[in-house]
């Protein structure tokens, strides 16, 4: 095989083992690696109704055919598992030498189960596997535990950790890696923890086999120089995402006040100009030249990596308006291992709760002492932090007294930074996204606000399920970051290109979403197969609040979502999909993307059907965990 090493290597943390395997070359094809590598090994090998923080779950590391490769943006890895936020699949990307080092260890994906009796760290050097007692680096921050691990192993080894919040299985821990690189928003860092794995620590000399090594150097120089020749690169390397600030604000798209308002009357203050007076440096992700981490100094002096998401939702969705505080929270975050959206979302949600009097606690917006206490009680599961580590779905259970129409999530995984009052395509995103409420695989509201924010239309479904494919499915199994594509224009066939140097074959725009079409909806039997009896499609609608609580302020005000036109956009977007009208794949689907087998085993789980049967539509929050 060519691109790919081939091999995966299987690691058991209860009998302390490392077995290589080889892995058929039609997983390759079929799937091409990422994020379509895991859902495949979930599938397969993960047992129906397994607990996520068992040692049976698997938590995956896995690249993709260009990863490692001296190529724009190649330096990631998808790191997944079934959930313990959410219950379903759980997955998130992040730049890490731990993922180009991956690849020169000689394998495509790592594969972890089972527990170690202690914490340990697993140190893979080429063929050989070592488990190392990790006591010592136990409660240790995960920059802390990267810091020490790299003082004893040097420059050249890929580090990926977990800090307290993994450690203390919070349902939304991260894995962390470079001080601040983080992925695995659903939970993956809990996993982590409840195997014991402080970390996991990569190194290796072997080439990546490649079809034609000297045409992709060529093609690597070429594709760095177009990236710095787009028009938009200069800005982008001052701001990042971080201009998306004042575009939200602009459009009532600003999380605030627990996705109230959609705008904020401080956002200019924590907008990405407002960053750039206290910016220092740039930080990426490795073989990125776009490296768009804000790195700024802190309302302490410290060093924190800002970007809009982690903003926002530490800013202005808790009110929050003084940039260098909201850094401190979001190095905080960081540093416990924390997904800074999850973090500011469940936050958002106490203080409305506490302004309500339906917790005891008192918990003002924007007090930066408090938030600093709540993130620190969150990560150790302390008091109020105790139930906020559960995320918000399980908070609103706790909580109760109509909690769940503003706990702000789809199917577990709290809402990221866009308010959809005004933004029903964008609402369908959320609504339908892989992993639960996440922007990443579809980041439509840009492209909404300029077809117009009103309609409910086959045109907006129809790009919806374009941009999944893509980005979703296609970017997510490369491993290869979307924003040289979706920022700068950086066109989709210099990947096939890459493709066609890295594995001497040749992949048409078509088969490539062909592919990413079948991840995801392998994704979505996924989660229908562990959900069972209580998959509804009503787990493919966003919050209450967006549909009952028109926007109080902004240019939007008034806006408010219809639940009965989104049903109808809902509808058609399942026709599009090829699933029934309750979300699940139809049979036929599933035949025609190669899923023969996958469709056999969902319908020993629930009654799959080619005609639509009768369903009911709720909004999501009233659905309870599985
Ligand atoms: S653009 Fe940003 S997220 Fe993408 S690879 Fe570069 S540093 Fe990483």
């Known amino acids: 095989m060519l691109g790919w090493t081939g091999t995966f290597l299987n690691i058991d943390l209860t009998k302390k083992k490392a077995i290589p395997e080889q892995y058929p070359e039609a997983l390759a094809l079929n799937f091409l690696g990422g994020r379509g590598f895991a859902v495949k090994i979930l599938w397969d090998r993960l047992k129906q109704g397994t607990d996520p923080l068992s040692p049976e779950n698997k938590l995956i590391f896995a690249t993709g055919p260009l990863t490692g490769i001296g190529l724009p943006n190649s330096g990631k890895l998808v790191v997944a598992s079934k959930s313990p936020l959410t219950g379903g699949y759980g997955d998130g990307n992040t730049g890490t030498l731990a993922a180009v080092y991956l690849r020169k260890a000689g394998y495509d994906a790592l594969i972890v189960e089972g527990k170690s009796e202690s914490p340990v760290v697993v140190h893979v050097n080429g063929k050989d596997t070592e488990f190392i007692d990790a006591r010592d680096l136990w409660g240790l921050s995960a920059f802390e535990a990267e810091g020490q691990l790299r003082r004893k192993y040097g420059r050249s080894v890929g580090i990926v950790s977990i800090g307290q919040g993994g450690e203390n299985q ?79 604000q602009a459009n009532s798209a600003l999380p605030t006040f627990n996705y109230r308002q959609g705008v904020f009357d401080k956002a200019e203050e924590i907008g990405g100009f ?73 936050i958002g949600f106490a203080m409305e709760a506490s302004e309500k009097g339906l917790i005891n606690e008192k918990i003002e917006w924007g007090d930066f002492e408090k938030l600093k206490q709540l993130i620190n009680d969150i990560a150790h599961r302390r008091g109020l932090g105790a139930v906020l580590a559960e995320g918000v779905r399980a908070a609103s259970e706790t909580i109760g007294n109509g909690s769940s129409d503003w706990a702000m999530h789809v199917k577990g995984l709290e809402v990221s930074a866009y308010d959809c009052h005004d933004a029903p395509g964008m609402a369908l995103a959320y609504g339908t996204s892989s992993i639960g409420a996440h922007h990443k695989d579809a980041w439509v509201i840009t492209w909404e606000t300029k077809v117009g924010r009103a309609s409910y239309d086959q045109m907006k479904v129809d790009h919806l399920v374009e941009v999944q494919l893509v980005r979703g499915g296609v970017f997510e199994a490369l491993v290869s970051c979307r924003f040289p594509n979706n920022q700068l224009g950086f066109e989709l066939d210099w990947y096939q290109r890459y493709l066609k140097a890295a594995t001497g074959k040749d992949f048409s725009l078509e088969q490539l979403k062909g592919i990413g079409d079948r991840i995801l909806t392998l994704i979505r039997a996924f989660w229908v197969r562990e959900y069972r009896e209580k998959w509804s499609r009503s787990l493919d609608v966003p919050p209450a609040r967006w549909f009952k609580e028109p926007l109080k302020e902004g240019a939007a005000k008034g806006a408010v979502l219809d639940l009965e036109k989104y049903n109808g956009m809902l509808n058609a977007y399942y026709v599009k999909r090829g699933w029934d009208n ?36 709720t909004p999501a929050q009233n659905t309870p965990f599985p």
């Open 582 to 617: 309750r979300g699940i794949p139809k049979p036929s689907t599933l035949q025609q993307l190669g899923l023969t087998e996958e469709a056999k085993q969902l319908g020993t789980y629930v009654k799959l059907a080619e005609e639509n049967p009768p369903v009911i539509s």
């Open 170 to 248: 919070v349902k939304f821990a991260n894995v962390v890696s470079q001080g601040g690189r983080a992925g695995g928003r659903p939970g993956m860092g809990a996993v982590m923890g409840s195997k014991n794995l402080k970390a996991a620590v990569i190194e290796g000399t072997a080439q990546i086999p490649l079809a034609d090594p000297d045409g992709m150097r060529k093609l690597a120089i070429d594709g760095y120089r177009e990236i710095l020749a787009k028009p938009q690169y200069s800005f982008w390397k001052r701001q990042g995402t971080m201009s998306t600030v004042e575009w939200s």
């Open 274 to 346: 407002a960053m750039e007076k206290i910016k220092v440096s740039n930080r990426g992700c490795p073989q990125c030249n776009m490296t768009c981490g804000n790195v700024v100094k802190d309302s302490e002096g410290k060093e924190a990596e800002l970007d809009y998401e982690n903003v926002i939702m530490l800013g202005s969705n808790v009110g929050l308006g003084n940039l260098a505080q909201v850094s401190t929270l979001n190095r905080m975050a960081d540093e416990f291992g924390l997904d800074s959206i999850s973090l500011g979302n469940s």
